[in-house]
């Protein structure tokens, strides 16, 4: 999945709870941050900081892969 914006971030992570059977109460725990940040990073909410983005992403098993745009 190409990641654009951040509204494209959140369904990424959204996809990925959903696929290892989390709830955004066990993901937010895992990840050691708050279910209203979950919520907001989910439905796109720019105001979110990476470093919790990355953690997010690590108890997903995801990594951030950074490409440049093929033209």
Known sequence: MQVR???DVG???R???EQAG???V???RRARVGREWL???ES???SA???RILDVLAQLGLVLDIQPEEH
């Open 26 to 28: 066990e993901l937010a």
């Open 5 to 7: 914006t951040m509204a």
């Open 39 to 41: 919520i907001k990073v």
């Open 11 to 13: 369904a990424l992570i």
């Open 44 to 46: 796109g909410r720019t």
């Open 22 to 24: 989390l709830t955004q």
């Open 15 to 17: 996809d990925a709870r």
């Open 49 to 51: 900081e990476m470093p």
